[in-house]
């Protein structure tokens, strides 16, 4: 299995703060690479996908960004309803997908 | 918009077989991947596998000999089979739509609200 490990899981940051989520995959996936956002008791939502291509509907603020191994997500200025939890996943290989262990974006 | 929704016991029995539907509303299920994935409580997410609308499937490996996901495009619903259930199969599970048409390499949207499914006596 591809292994993707998100840093930092746990996050606290204030409204208004430029925030980066980091996603490494154990070996080259390309640019497959997703990013989701999840609330509790709400279906997760698609923000990014291949690695930079912004969801429509998906507000400016957010982007991906990377290839290979290495990426990231970016807030470039929080707000109140961006309070979740991130997760990235892997679709280079469906042997299975997976996803990172999520990062938690707390109000500081 | 498309709108997924599932459905099913909430609460199954050791060794029983745990069996869910998604309905999808609002769009046909030809023509796309669908797939299911759980969260274990406190856990991260985990892909159990995906029908495609001609019936092709790919399952986790680690799954693969207990699932079964099938798809009637006449109710236009997907389903999902789980054998053999154990408490480590307590989750909410979640179903959802691949748009991309990238074949195996796409991404999930939407997903549906999800439904909590607990493994106990």
């Known amino acids: 299995d591809i292994q993707m490990t998100q840093s930092p899981s746990s996050l606290s940051a204030s409204v208004g703060d430029r925030v980066t989520i980091t996603c490494r995959a154990s070996q080259s996936i390309t640019s497959y690479l997703n990013w989701y956002q999840h609330k509790p008791g709400v279906a997760p939502k698609l923000l990014v996908y291949?690695?930079?291509s912004l969801q429509s509907g998906v507000p400016s603020r957010f982007s991906g960004s990377g290839s290979g191994t290495d990426f990231t997500l970016t807030i470039s200025s929080l707000q109140p309803e961006d309070f979740a939890t991130y997760y990235c996943q892997q679709t280079f290989s469906v042997l299975p997908y997976t996803f990172g262990q999520g990062t938690k974006l707390e109000i500081k | 918009q498309v709108q997924l929704q599932e459905s099913g016991p909430g609460l199954v029995k050791p060794s029983e077989t745990l069996s869910l539907t998604c309905t999808v509303s609002g769009g046909s299920i030809r023509s796309y991947y669908w797939s299911w994935i759980r969260q274990p409580p406190g856990k991260g997410l985990e892909w159990i596998g995906y029908i495609f609308h001609d019936g092709s499937t790919n399952y986790n490996p680690s799954l693969k000999s207990r699932v079964t996901i099938s798809a009637d495009t006449t109710k236009n619903q997907i389903s999902l089979k789980l054998t053999s259930v154990a408490a480590a199969d307590t989750a909410v599970y979640y179903c959802a739509r691949d748009p991309s048409n990238h074949g195996d390499h796409g991404w999930f949207d939407p997903w549906g609200q999800g439904t909590l499914v607990t493994v106990s006596s």
């Open positions: 291949a690695a930079s």
